[in-house]
């Protein structure tokens, strides 16, 4: 499998009243980053990240839960599949 290369935005907010930060990411398209041929570049990227510290941001443990979709763009034979289902890898 070659190398993906991922090109995203990301956008943060941090909710005070709920002591809550909210990270959302996508991929887009950059003119100035072009595609590199070494790499297979991924379209189709998301992800939300939903972090709960502990106590305050400024200090030490937080809780998250991550939710991520991409399509790297490749076929999977089905034996691999099966294995990953079955392995939770």
């Known amino acids: 499998m070659y190398s993906r290369d991922y090109v995203y935005v990301r956008r943060y907010r ?4 709920n002591n809550l930060m909210v990270l959302v990411s996508r991929a887009v398209e950059h ?4 595609e590199d041929p070494e790499y297979v570049r991924v379209r189709t990227y998301e992800s939300q990240m939903v972090i ?3 106590k305050t941001f400024d200090e030490n443990g937080f809780d ?6 991409d399509n790297p763009q490749t076929v999977f034979p089905r034996y691999c ?9």
């Open 14 to 17: 941090v909710d005070q009243e």
């Open 31 to 34: 003119p100035s980053v072009p």
């Open 52 to 54: 709960r510290p502990h």
């Open 64 to 69: 998250y839960l991550l939710t991520y979709s």
């Open 81 to 89: 599949l099966s294995w990953m289902v079955s392995s939770g890898e």
